[in-house]
Structure formats: structure tokens, C-alpha cells
């Protein structure tokens, strides 16, 4: 699309290679090197600056011709004389042709605040440089127009009428060497900018340009600014001022966090069945049927006895399972968001592990325990026959198969360990005589066709740490999601808790089968 530049060819040679444009807007945040941040009106102040490329201070291509505020005092306006060298001439062809017609700002921020998102509220700024990108922090700052007509001749008559007027310096060193207005006659057409879809960039805080980025040039910078440098000395004191100067080899913190000490596994409540927690009372009931009716072979005309069908109601408990934290609001204000994250992670852990071990527990008091006589470190022919035993007890009691059998850790590396000739048993899959799969970096497998849980809430090799249990013999109760709640303390810090509901049906004690030595 072509468009008329409004600006007035007053230089004789016509040669005008000006750039104008918006560099930044006020109150619109934006994405740059600190993260975002947002200029309030009247933080920064037009001033004579250099045009640099991309941010690159060792590649000025022009400076400011004129710049000035809005009228509505929203923005600062910029022209720019472009220099004539190669790198100046492609920048004005690429922002006639919309490939870098972007304006970003240089500032040295002196007052700024945070906001609760971190957005970073500048209130007072240096302007020291404006760089032509390709991709601005704020889509607003873009090149508006181009002037530059090296590739078109103006006839003879303009010529001579553009000669006959004040011809001002073409250095474009000071601010009031401003372009006139045009008139309707004093036109060139140049190349629109393209609007192509912005992506959010950096504005490039002076800062971030230091050239002080290893210990090699923190050393060279230090010695020039002994020597009487200024700028060097500014380069120095800017690096030793940030904790990140690579010169002074800083200590970066990851986002990776290690945690060994928290799962999500809850083997005891996955190995049973599970409901969903009645919405009210602290106590439920479940009607048991405690007395079947008769049925018998009957001869002909002799009296059939009634048998009554007879039910009780089994009483469940509803418990509560709480955590908590407690931090400053410093903290809560200045924490990463991976601190939050990390929190509820942690919190949800610790949750999964209190109702899972609440569970074992009433799984393990209801279980049926009869004396084996096997010692800690037992067999796998004596396992053989605990499983076996247990799966009868159970079938027995319930009328229904065992499902599983949840070991404890220790237990679990005990049954890994048995082995025929040096082969393990248990883990190996394809042998015709394989008794099941167990395996170290696992916590499911099977021992003689039952499924296997490892249970971190059981512990050792002896007395209850593993049993056989059919899932619907004990069922799990659980309030659907988890509650949050936040509360500010008389001393100004903040409360966190985390709680939620769950309750352990004994439906048919026992329908799991404890291990039990003596």
C-alpha cells in the first residue's frame, strides 16, 4: 500500500532520510528484560538521543531530529535523521518495507515500584537511546513514516523552490532541527509500514546493553575506568550494582525444586473400593444384612420354617484431615509464583499420605490374624502359603475373591529377592513357572495372580506388614475436592489451610488377612 508522507523535502539535494514515529505510550504495560513493565505518564522526558539498531549501542544508524509529547501527553512522537551509511540505508528501506518498523525505548529507570502481578511501575526515567526493531514492547511504537527519496528525483522546479528556502543543517544534532509541515505540493510517496501481528518484546533497559558481561570484560572495563574513563566507570558501577553481573559470578537459583520427601501414592485406599463422601453429618450408616433367610430341600407336606432376613446398620465415621502454613506477607508479596506451586504441592502430599495411613490403619485393626509361625525373613514357599491361606480366609468371610495383597516396602524388597537357581521369581514375566511380577521401579505388581501394592503406611517384615484383602470388603470415603482457606493473623502474617473429609468403611472385617508371625 503506498501513502504520502506528510513531510517537506527542505534539504536541496532532496535527500530528507528521516524516520518518525511513536516510541513509547504511557499507562500500557509492556514485555521487557526486568519482565513487564508500565511507563506512568510523564516518567520519561524527550531528549537528543541516538537511534541504535536492535538495542546495539556499538551500531547507531541516526539521532534525534525532533521529539516532543503528544497533545494529549499519552506518548512521546520521534523523528529521527538517518545516517548515510549502508546499515542506514537498509533501516530506512526495511522500515519502508514494514521488516523493522518497531521503536523501543532505552531508559534508566531512577523511582519504579511492583505491582501484586510483578509488572514493574516505572514513575521516573532516563532517556538514553531509542532502537529500530523489528518487534517493539509496545505494538503502539511503530514507525509511522519514512522520508527518503534517494531513489526518486524531484523535477527541476521543485528543486529550485526547495533551494530558494532556509536549507537547516542536515546533522540532525539538536531537537530544533524539526521538519515543516507539508504543503499539498511538497509530497513523496514512500511505503507504508506493514501491522503485522505483534509478538511482546523486551524494552531493552540500559542496564541489560552493559558490555561488562563476563569477568574478562568486567577486568578490561575496571582498568579503563582506573584510567580515567567515565563511561567505563558507569559500566562498572551499573555491574557491581546488579546481583546478576556475570563479572562477579553470581549464584543463580533454578526453578527446579528437589523434594524426596513427599508421594501422592496411597496404596491401602487404591487397593479397596471408593465412594464419595455424604455432604452432611459427622457420622453415616450403611444397612448390613446380619441374617439370611432359610432355604433348605423341603419333602412334600412337610412345614416349611420361616427364616427371618434380619439387618443391622454399620456406623462410619467421617474424619477431618488438616495442614497448614504460615508466612509474612513479605513472603506471600514477594514469593516467585513457584512458591505457591510448590505449597499446594506439597500440602495435597502430605494429605494423600495422612488419609492413606488413617486407612491402613483401620484396615489392619478389622483384619483377621492368625498365627503363623514363620520367621521375619520369610520364604518363598512360606509366602506361597500365607497368600494361599489368606485367600481362603477371605473367600471364606466374604464369599468374594482377594483382589490384592499390600506389602510394606521392606516386605516388597524381600519378595523381589526370591529367587530358583538364582532367577528371580517375581520378576521375571515369561518363564512358563514365573510366580508374578515385582519389580524395583515399580509400586504395582502381582505375587501368585493377585495384584501387588506397596504401601509406605506398613513397615518391616514382621507382624502386619502386609496383608490380602478383597477391595469390597472396606471402602474409602472421600469429600470430592479439597478446601482452601486463607486468614490474616493480629501480627499480619497469613494463615494457609488445607482440609478436607474421608471416612474408612469396615464393611466385612474380615475381608483382609493380616500377616501375623507368632
Do not use: C
Amino acid at each position: 500500500m503506498k501513502v504520502t508522507t506528510p513531510f517537506t523535502i527542505t534539504a536541496a539535494d532532496s535527500e530528507a532520510r528521516t524516520i518518525t514515529g511513536k516510541i513509547v505510550e504511557f499507562g500500557v504495560p509492556a514485555t521487557a528484560s526486568t519482565g513487564k513493565v508500565m511507563f506512568q505518564r510523564g516518567s520519561l522526558n524527550p531528549a537528543n538521543v541516538k537511534l541504535n539498531l536492535e538495542h546495539d549501542s556499538a551500531r547507531p544508524i541516526g539521532k534525534t531530529l525532533s521529539m516532543e509529547l503528544s497533545p494529549d501527553g499519552n506518548s512521546i512522537e520521534a523523528t529521527f535523521k538517518i545516517s548515510k551509511t549502508t546499515a542506514g540505508t537498509d533501516a530506512i528501506q526495511e522500515a519502508m518495507d514494514g521488516l523493522r518498523d518497531g521503536f523501543s525505548v532505552e531508559a534508566n529507570a531512577n523511582d519504579f515500584t511492583h505491582a501484586k502481578d510483578g509488572t514493574m511501575i516505572v514513575n521516573s526515567a532516563d532517556l538514553v537511546g531509542v532502537a529500530l526493531t523489528h518487534n517493539p514492547a509496545f505494538d503502539s511504537a511503530r514507525v509511522s513514516n519514512v522520508a527518503a527519496t534517494e531513489a526518486e528525483q524531484i523535477s527541476e522546479s521543485s528543486t529550485d523552490e526547495a533551494e530558494a528556502q532556509p536549507q537547516p543543517s542536515t546533522e540532525g544534532d539538536v531537537v530544533e532541527n524539526t521538519v515543516t509541515e507539508p504543503t499539498a505540493a511538497e509530497t513523496v510517496e514512500a511505503s507504508a509500514p506493514v501491522q503485522a501481528a505483534s509478538i511482546a518484546k523486551p524494552v531493552n533497559f540500559i542496564a541489560t546493553r552493559n558490555p561488562v558481561v563476563s569477568p574478562e570484560t568486567y577486568l578490561m572495563h575496571k582498568v579503563a575506568a582506573m584510567r580515567g574513563s567515565e563511561e567505563s566507570r558507569a559500566f562498572i558501577a551499573a555491574a557491581t550494582a546488579s546481583t546478576d553481573n556475570p563479572g562477579l559470578i553470581p549464584t543463580r537459583q533454578l526453578r527446579e525444586v528437589v523434594n524426596g520427601l513427599a508421594d501422592n501414592v496411597r496404596a491401602s485406599i487404591d487397593s479397596i473400593s471408593n465412594g464419595t463422601l455424604p455432604t452432611a453429618g459427622l457420622v453415616f450408616q450403611i444397612p448390613k444384612i446380619s441374617q439370611l433367610p432359610a432355604v433348605a430341600q423341603i419333602d412334600e407336606l412337610d412345614p416349611v420354617t420361616p427364616t427371618v432376613m434380619e439387618s443391622e446398620f454399620i456406623n462410619v465415621d467421617v474424619k477431618s484431615f488438616k495442614g497448614s502454613q504460615v508466612m509474612s506477607v513479605e513472603l506471600a508479596d514477594r514469593s516467585d509464583p513457584l512458591f505457591f506451586s510448590e505449597l499446594i504441592s506439597n500440602l495435597s502430599s502430605q494429605y494423600a499420605r495422612a488419609t492413606n495411613t488413617y486407612n491402613s490403619a483401620q484396615i489392619i485393626a478389622g483384619a483377621t490374624k492368625t498365627a503363623t509361625g514363620y520367621g521375619t525373613d520369610i520364604t518363598a514357599a512360606e509366602l506361597l502359603t500365607w497368600v494361599s491361606n489368606g485367600a481362603v480366609s477371605v473367600y471364606s468371610n466374604t464369599f468374594k475373591f482377594a483382589d490384592a495383597i499390600v506389602v510394606s516396602p521392606a516386605m516388597w524388597g524381600r519378595i523381589m529377592s526370591f529367587n530358583v537357581d538364582g532367577r528371580p521369581i517375581y520378576n521375571a514375566l515369561q518363564p512358563q513357572n514365573a510366580a508374578g511380577n515385582a519389580q524395583p521401579r515399580s509400586l504395582r505388581g502381582s505375587v501368585n495372580g493377585i495384584d501387588l501394592w506397596v504401601d509406605t503406611a506398613l513397615s518391616g517384615t514382621g507382624d502386619d506388614s502386609m496383608y490380602v484383602i478383597n477391595r469390597d470388603a472396606y471402602t474409602w470415603y472421600e469429600s470430592p475436592r479439597l478446601e482452601l482457606r486463607t486468614n490474616i493473623i493480629s501480627d499480619g502474617s497469613i494463615g494457609i489451610l488445607m482440609y478436607g473429609y474421608g471416612a474408612t468403611a469396615t464393611k466385612i472385617a474380615a475381608g483382609a488377612y493380616a500377616f501375623n508371625k507368632d
